[in-house]
């Protein structure tokens, strides 16, 4: 996959103050109050930085955390990780394999197929609605 990379001042141009906090700083938006968490429509969910494509809607479900939270990535190469030893935890970070924004975390306590948990900020994704063909 060819990177994306692009200085941190244009990351700071691009993107809103919040998104590049999650995105750049690793931060992490409170739970319950981003825009995707209780979003249910079908589509695809995107790196809200570089627009790769990342989950399907069909992946999601409620976790109760207050973070869009995923059960499986669109493809396996769709999702890098990393391990996060910050807040005297140890943590898998989820990152965006093309741009390297940071998107969220990944914990063992998802749902079945995986079993997986992709704990995700809303202000890291963006979403595209499924196409229904006509109008
Ligand atoms: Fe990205």
């Known amino acids: 996959m060819e ?3 692009k200085s941190e001042e244009e990351w700071r141009r691009e993107l809103s103050p919040e998104q590049y906090r999650v995105l750049r700083e690793k931060g992490t938006e409170r739970a319950f109050t981003g825009s995707l968490w209780d979003h249910h429509e079908e589509g695809v969910y995107t790196c809200a930085a570089c627009g790769l494509e990342l ?10 955390s207050g973070w869009p939270s995923f059960h499986s990535p669109l493809a396996p190469d769709r999702i890098d990780t990393d391990v996060d030893a910050s ?4 943590r898998t970070e989820a990152i965006c394999p093309r741009c390297g924004g ?10 079945p197929p995986t079993g997986t ?15 229904t063909g006509g109008r």
């Open 3 to 5: 990177r994306t990379v």
């Open 55 to 64: 989950f399907a809607s069909d992946a999601k479900y409620d976790s109760g």
């Open 87 to 90: 807040h005297g935890m140890v």
């Open 102 to 111: 940071h998107l969220g975390h990944v914990f063992p306590d998802g749902p």
């Open 117 to 131: 948990r992709y704990c995700v900020n809303s202000a890291s994704l963006a979403f595209r609605k499924k196409d």
